[in-house]
């Protein structure tokens, strides 16, 4: 069955390392992104792509890197620069254009600062 | 299984008048509802959200609406703009394992005629 795909579900990271966060998608959606959950508040979105090698930056980029080489893969590198990284990470995908605008989200990836 | 379901896939509606996107869920243990609005090419953006102890909460034109006896949940915009125009996703939270988990449903997508 088509999906998101997300890994791993959970994730430690020491203060000052570099994390990265996966999420594969063989929906062949043309557009991806990444969002981050913290309690009580809604998505905050990270950054999104809407095709292959272009990616832009959303509310809350700062501390956080992305790469967009292949259509389906979509990974979120979380950096030491990211002063508070502990949270829920949401990976999502839509078809960009016609009527059908499907959007899914991947089960998402719970990063603990330790 | 779907815990969070938007059985309207579309909706038309007049400028001006009163737009209901409706809500139904399944998981009793939900403890926050939210709203998020999307538009083509953009990520969700959120709208507005209710806790589980309350049964309506309201920011500007924006009312949600909650019924936990009918596991219902509608949020109201009156009155509708064409800017209105955009997918409408319902979403729940609840916390299992000790980690958040965030649940949506397939959104509907408002037209608000002019």
């Known amino acids: 069955d088509g999906g998101i795909t997300q890994s791993p579900k959970y994730l430690f990271r020491k203060e000052g390392q570099n994390v990265t966060l996966s999420c594969e998608q063989n929906?062949?959606?043309?557009?991806m992104y990444w969002y981050r959950q913290d309690p009580g508040q809604g998505l905050r979105l990270i950054y999104y792509s809407q095709i292959v090698n272009d990616f832009q930056k959303g509310d809350i980029a700062e501390g956080y890197s992305v790469s967009r080489e292949k259509k389906e893969s979509f990974p979120l590198t979380v950096t030491s620069a990211q002063k508070n990284p502990t949270a829920f990470y949401l990976c999502?995908?839509?078809?960009?254009?016609?009527?059908?605008?499907?959007?899914?989200f991947g089960s998402g990836t719970r990063l603990t600062v330790v | 299984d779907q815990q969070v379901k938007q059985n309207s896939p579309s909706l038309s509606v007049q400028e001006g008048r009163i737009s209901i996107l409706n809500c139904d869920y399944t998981?009793?243990?939900?403890?926050?509802f939210l709203w998020y609005k999307k538009y083509p090419a953009e990520g969700p953006t959120f709208l507005i959200s209710?806790?589980?102890?309350?049964d309506k909460n309201e920011d500007g034109r924006f009312t949600v609406f909650l019924n936990k006896s009918a596991k219902h949940l509608s949020l109201h915009i009156v009155p509708s703009q064409p800017g209105d125009s955009a997918v409408y996703f319902c979403?729940?939270?609840?916390?299992?394992?000790?980690?958040?988990?965030?649940?949506f449903g397939k959104g509907t997508k408002l037209t608000v005629n002019p």
């Open positions: 979403a729940a939270t609840f916390t299992q394992g000790g980690s958040e988990k965030l649940v």
């Open positions: 209710i806790s589980s102890i309350k």
């Open positions: 929906l062949n959606h043309d557009a």
């Open positions: 999502a995908s839509s078809i960009r254009r016609g009527t059908n605008y499907g959007y899914t």
């Open positions: 998981n009793s243990m939900f403890d926050y």
